[in-house]
């Protein structure tokens, strides 16, 4: 009987697969591989669903995707109005383990603003230097971990449980803001522990969820 049970529930949730996303569901990840794309300039990422992003140095103009090889033609990477878009088509997830993860590499030079969605971890591999850097969380489960050598900076986390970590320097202004908190902090010439010859006490801690420290101008 428990066997008749079990048969018919993985039926109805083979069921529940768009016709489309049917291969998806019953074929295996296979082994991992790594495809190199050329996507064109962008300034902005908006990282959606269960993918992993790595920030590095790199070709501007291009991404690499690390997934299982039957795999790989549903992870979309494309460019709109400046904005590179980054899509797990799977709809059955459920049916794999969250291991091996899928992995899009991407250039620091080309980062300006970061639109983060989903369960994705990110990772810099490289500093990000920038006039301007932007930073928003919507929804998000996963960790975000940046290096930053900015002059000014806006993180908001939005909605969501995923935490952010910063390492690096904010010149003169960094806006920070918890929609889940209700704050917001201005911070001016914001500095990380590694600072050491500039190191003060803070007189205004960053956000919950903001592990740096910061310097008194």
């Not at 795999?71 to 990477?77: A, H, N, P, S």
């Not at 320097?169 to 806006?175: G, H, I, N, S």
Request: glycine share 8%.
């Amino acid at each position: 009987m428990e066997l008749k049970h079990t048969i018919l529930l993985s039926a109805l949730l083979l069921i529940g697969c768009e016709q489309e996303q049917w291969d998806d569901c019953i074929t295996s990840a296979g082994p991992m591989r790594s495809e190199e794309r050329i996507v064109g300039d962008f300034h902005t990422i908006d990282l959606d669903d269960r993918v992993d992003l790595v920030i590095e140095e790199r070709a501007n103009g291009s991404v690499s995707v690390e997934a299982g090889v039957n795999l790989l033609g549903q992870i979309t990477t494309e460019v709109s109005d400046g904005t590179l878009r980054v899509r797990n088509g799977m709809r059955c997830n459920w049916v794999r383990s969250f291991k091996p993860r899928v992995t899009v590499h991407v250039p620091v030079d080309q980062l300006a603003k970061l639109v983060v969605r989903g369960t994705g971890n990110i990772t810099c591999a490289d500093t990000i230097i920038r006039d301007r850097f932007e930073l928003e969380q919507w929804s998000a489960q996963g960790s975000t971990s940046l290096l930053l050598n900015v002059t000014s900076c806006s993180i908001a986390l939005h909605t969501g449980a995923g935490d952010v970590s910063l390492i690096g320097r904010c010149v003169q202004t960094a806006d920070l803001f918890s929609g889940i908190m209700g704050t917001h902090r201005r911070i001016r010439n914001a500095r990380t522990a590694g600072e050491r010859e500039q190191q003060r006490h803070c007189r205004h801690p960053l956000l919950g969820g903001y592990r740096s420290r910061c310097a008194d101008p």
